[in-house]
């Protein structure tokens, strides 16, 4: 692989930049791999970078039915933290914070992480009762957590409405100043790019028609473009299309697929150096790089495969932006878009066995897994290759539907469940 | 965005009006404490969640409020009929 650096960049500029190594290959798979991956996002990309950098394991291939990184991770709104409540949770998203710092370094690809702060509104008495909770178990999980009244939250964002004269007043916020955002395309190429240069195929434009399984165990999969492939193991990271391969693989899982959809306006002069995020008026907004506000909020109530929703739920987004920055009010909307999130019912993800030998799913991230792109890829990856869970995913088991053991954490997913 | 005819006021109103309930036909079971841990924990939880023919619960939350189940295609959002509680659908996966 060709490293990027200042004098590469001095070096290509001499001959035009028309001699740039190709970012990674288009290969034509094998007829056997020791890990198939089926989907090329940014959690499957992580997994399979992992599986090569950390285990050695790069007889790998990722199978891509579109190209890499051009569904959820393409689509979120970047925002990268790991304030959760529940030990479990903040455990596993705190070792993704850990990863995403030393990101750009270890892939050579510059992710823009951007460690800009993450605010959490509250609006009520209750909000701050839960916002004081969340810090104090976020410090004791060794997280970073402040709450702040409405003056420092005034310091941090000058031009957020923070008076008390609005239908509802700012009463508080929790601080996670190691929260940011992060160029959410560079992640998925990044990985892509550095599982190449280990040996991994990365397939695109070929789907995964079905899974060939022999007595309860996963031998391979079919595809519509390169026929049956064989696979040692099968991990599974496809989002919102969760529920469709585990019907192929014979059971059901604990996920709905929603439509989420997010906004850009047009770039503007640089405004908001933060992520602000409110559970109540419900929405959540920061400013790219390229100067365009990026804004969220919830999914849409029906379950949807179309990466499409319906335009009262961007009405409400928008209302509640302008609820928080009234001085928003005249900013034209550029662009607007959906995406497939898989909602588990504790708001928490699956990274798990399941009743088919060697087949694993990482899924039920609903609107929240971007922050956990290389925790979850880098997890994921220690399961497949040893066949046993992680400590840090075992606990997300498909299996706590069954036995109770359910992670809550609605309050820290915050405004999107 | 829906245009969703409410099969209680017989007409068609916008989707604001509507609140999606999730999958219909999901029977209670008959005897709970007879439930094992996994037959309990798939009714409460586990869904089906089709691309493609999908049975669910609407409530008319800002209308009538009653309850009506409907089939949707849930890739094209096409909505493909609306029936009262308790009727069974006309419009099923093959």
Known sequence: MQRYSGFGLLKHSLTHHENWQRTWRNPTPKKEYDVVIIGGGGHGLATAYYLAKEHGITNVAVIEKGYLGGGNTARNTTIVRSNYLWDESAHLYEHAMKLWEGLSQDLNYNVMFSQRGVLNLGHTLQDMRDIERRVNANRLNGIDGEVLDPQQIKEIVPHMDCSDNTRYPILGASWQPRGGVARHDAVAWGFARGADSFGVDLIQETEVTDLIIEDGTITGVKTNRYGDIKAGRVGCVVAGNSSVLAKMAGFELPLESHPLQALVSEPIKPILDTVVMSNHVHGYVSQSDKGDLVIGAGIDGYTGYGQRGSYPTIEHTVQAIVELFPIFSRVRMNRQWGGIVDTCPDACPIISKTPVKNLFFNCGWGTGGFKATPGAGNVFAASLATGEMHPLAEPFSMFRFHDGALIDEHGAAGVAH | ?94
């Not at chain 2, 949707?72 to 099923?92: A, C, F, L, N, W």
């Open chain 2, 1 to 94: 965005m829906f245009h969703i005819y409410c099969p209680h006021c017989a007409e068609y109103r916008e989707e604001e009006e509507f609140h999606a309930a999730g999958q219909a036909h999901i029977a209670r079971p008959l005897d709970p404490e007879a439930c094992s841990d996994k037959e309990w924990g798939e009714y409460m939880f586990f869904r089906k969640n089709p691309r493609g023919i999908h049975h669910e619960l609407w409530v008319h939350a800002a209308g009538c409020r009653k309850f009506f189940n409907m089939t949707r295609d849930t890739q094209s959002y096409e909505i493909k009929e609306v029936y009262k509680i308790g009727e069974k659908p006309s419009v099923v996966a093959e």
